[in-house]
């Protein structure tokens, strides 16, 4: 009796290692990430994958599409198709590759409907700030160049793959909308090599797709833009899942002079900063109208912003000039805010 | 002992084991959830070549495809000086006291505050 009952112990016993061993072997998916400075920004890709090999090819592959869009719309850069067009403004149209020329139609699509809000072409007017030196250029020369920045001057013909600038002098900056869509391009990459669930963040530009392994939504967090510390200071959590999310604020390139606070990004119809808002985030189906929206609608302040918001049928997040929240109604399933906010 | 050991049910033993397996895995999900290391790390060509601590000013000069990139470690914060790449952006950064400084074309990385790519804890990436 009393030797069966030890057998049995230690068939229990040998039964509980052999479960902890199977469930510490089994090869159930898990979550990877890695980052990676490209596009003068640190992009991290996250990815559900069942093995760390699969999920790093896959992550790697990712970033050369990321690398190689970069590379192609980069300002700086003397070899981009991008530079190319900026100096050819009034001489030549230039043949582009896809990928240019889809995020150049975009970011045109995206003026239009917010009415020059957010513009392209807005070039000659940024590259005579610079935010770190505290330099601000005269009204003058505010003035001067604000007939260059005009996003209905940019001519793309399909058919023949090309973009011109019709007037010398016009400089095309894809930064309020690039990053964006280099998250989608990453997006559509990840899925051709299997991958079924991922967050691709460019910075703060970010596409989430799927679930997580655990069957929840991702979870991304929204900065406050009026930090209280060192640390990552959140005002809200969004849960997504196959939605893009993008923020833009007055707090990311900027310095303070005489009580005014002169940011990044300027309202294409004066050159100056726009000031109705602190930031703007925007939930949408794609990153590219995620990027391009914020922008947009960060210059045209709360009023206007929601009405454009609304009506394109993407969701937003506006933290106006005096901090006041204004949301969707589609904000409150996917958005938590945290306390004080 | 031995009649310790005896008197423990099959329930007891499995228990025992269980914390034993919970406590090991522990260490593999502490080690995770915390960043351990210094508080600034600078990456030159995708590796680790500098960990510095943040409370010693310093000035720090690394080679790189365009020409010394001078990097500044002053009350807690750090900033690149001076550097020499086509756009500068790094410089034009300023001072930071947490996430990360780009220069793509010296191919260098500062973070402060934790590894390149850290999240608060229960959030799988952040927009602003």
């Known amino acids: 009796m009393k030797e069966t009952r030890h057998a049995e112990q230690r068939a229990a016993i040998l039964l509980a290692v052999l479960l902890l061993f199977a469930v510490s072997c089994s090869k159930s998916p898990g979550v990877y990430r890695k980052t990676k400075p490209l596009m003068d920004t640190l992009v991290t890709i996250t990815v559900v994958a069942g093995s760390d090999k699969e999920a790093d090819a896959a992550i790697e592959k990712a970033f050369s599409v990321i690398e190689q869009f970069g590379d192609k719309i980069d300002f700086f850069k003397d070899t981009s198709e991008l530079s190319a067009i900026n100096r050819n403004a009034g001489v030549n149209p230039v043949k582009v590759s896809p990928e240019t020329l889809g995020v150049i139609e975009r970011a045109i699509y995206i003026s239009g409907i917010s009415d020059g809000a957010f513009d392209p072409t807005i070039g000659p007017e940024i590259k005579m700030w610079n935010f770190y030196k505290k330099i601000r250029p005269s009204d003058d020369a505010i003035r001067n160049n604000l007939s260059l920045v005009n996003y209905r001057n940019i001519i793309v013909n399909r058919d023949k793959s090309t973009v011109f600038l019709r007037r010398k002098g016009m400089l095309m900056d894809l930064g309020g909308i690039a990053k964006g869509y280099a998250a989608d391009l990453a997006l559509a990459d990840l899925r051709q090599s299997g991958i079924g669930a991922g967050i691709v963040a460019a910075a703060g530009d970010i596409r989430a797709f799927g679930l997580k392994p655990d069957r929840t939504p991702w979870n991304v967090g929204i900065k406050n833009p009026r930090q209280k510390s060192d640390a990552d200071d959140l005002m809200a959590t969004a849960r997504l899942s196959n939605k893009a999310v993008s923020t833009s604020g007055d707090y990311e390139r900027y310095f303070m002079e005489d009580g005014r606070r002169y940011h990044h990004i300027l309202d294409p119809k004066t050159g100056y900063p726009a000031g109705q808002c602190r930031s703007v985030t925007v939930i949408s189906d794609d990153g590219i109208f995620a990027d391009g929206f914020t922008t947009a609608v960060f210059v045209l302040g709360p009023e206007k912003g929601m009405k454009l918001v609304r009506d394109s049928g993407v969701d937003a997040v506006i933290v106006d000039k005096d901090g006041v929240i204004h949301t969707t109604p589609g904000i409150k399933k996917m958005v938590t805010f945290e306390d004080g906010h | ?128």
């Open chain 2, 1 to 128: 002992m031995k009649t310790v050991i005896r008197n423990t049910t099959v329930a007891d033993k499995l228990l025992f084991l269980t914390l034993i397996a919970a406590s090991v895995a522990g260490i593999f999900f502490s080690r995770e959830a915390m960043p351990q290391g210094p508080d600034i790390v600078i990456t030159v060509d995708g590796k680790p070549q500098y960990t510095l601590p943040r409370d010693k000013d310093r000035l720090v000069s690394i080679p790189g495809p365009f020409g010394d990139t001078v990097v500044e470690i002053k009350d807690g914060k750090v900033r690149v000086k001076e550097a020499h790449c086509p756009n500068r952006l790094c410089e034009k950064q300023g001072w930071i006291s947490r996430g990360a400084i780009v220069c793509l074309p010296n191919h260098i990385v500062i973070t402060v505050g934790g590894k390149a790519g850290d999240l608060p804890r229960g959030i799988d990436a952040v927009t602003g």
